[in-house]
T-cell receptor, first 110, second 114 residues
Framework: KAGVTQTPRYLIKTRGQQVTLSCSPISGHRSVSWYQQTPGQGLQFLFEYFSETQRNKGNFPGRFSGRQFSNSRSEMNVSTLELGDSALYLC?????????FGQGTRLTVV | AQSVSQHNHHVILSEAASLELGCNYSYGGTVNLFWYVQYPGQHLQLLLKYFSGDPLVKGIKGFEAEFIKSKFSFNLRKPSVQWSDTAEYFCAVTMTGTASKLTFGTGTRLQVTL
């Protein structure tokens, strides 16, 4: 059974640009969540999508957005990048009471 | 807002020593609790979870955790650690009844020496 796949693994962007990260969940899972991991703030919940609808949202500014497609694949977008957005972005898929995490996308903003 | 505290940031143990990592959460309602492990260079993996029932939960690789509601705690234990247990351990809580919207602790780095 294939795990959670995140692409790309690494990204370098310039301040002010926007970026789109992709997540393919485990087959059959309808819930996809996104987390930001930084040394200073740790792991923080961004949002969750379930059957193409945002079901839960964390405390991040509106520059962070996401969507989910009918095949459950999800994308996360960050607009007007700031230096502080540099982080490891993790995607997790779930079929119920267990979340399976991907390897993450490491975003560096310069 | 709910929060999770892991008081031990860095723990160093010799092989065969016993392990207990503390986890306390702040929310007084119904919670679901998790312990995740992140081995060097790998993704987060679930060690164990508590949703209801027996407060003593057994997980993978010989780990267990005890949910003590009166103390808002969910400490992780292992009777005898191995070198391969060297990793970062995260406690997490959610109120959603699922595995989404997890609030994580800051993590405990465990180093096991031979």
């Amino acid at each position: 059974k294939a795990g959670v796949t995140q692409t790309p693994r690494y990204l370098i962007k310039t301040r002010g640009q926007q970026v789109t990260l992709s997540c393919s969940p485990i087959s059959g899972h309808r819930s996809v969540s996104w987390y930001q991991q930084t040394p200073g703030q740790g792991l923080q919940f961004l949002f969750e999508y379930f059957s193409e609808t945002q079901r839960n949202k964390g405390n991040f500014p509106g520059r962070f957005s996401g969507r989910q497609f009918s095949n459950s694949r999800s994308e996360m977008n960050v607009s007007t990048l700031e230096l502080g957005d540099s982080a490891l972005y993790l995607c997790a898929s779930s079929g119920g009471t267990e979340a399976f995490f991907g390897q993450g996308t490491r975003l560096t903003v310069v | 807002a709910q929060s999770v505290s892991q008081h031990n940031h860095h723990v160093i143990l010799s092989e065969a020593a016993s392990l207990e990592l503390g986890c306390n959460y702040s929310y007084g309602g119904t919670v679901n609790l998790f312990w995740y492990v992140q081995y060097p260079g790998q993704h987060l993996q679930l060690l164990l979870k508590y949703f209801s029932g027996d407060p003593l939960v057994k997980g993978i690789k010989g780990f267990e955790a005890e949910f003590i509601k009166s103390k808002f705690s969910f400490n992780l234990r292992k009777p005898s650690v191995q070198w391969s247990d060297t990793a970062e351990y995260f406690c997490a809580v959610t109120m959603t009844g699922t595995a989404s919207k997890l609030t994580f602790g800051t993590g405990t780095r465990l180093q096991v020496t031979l």
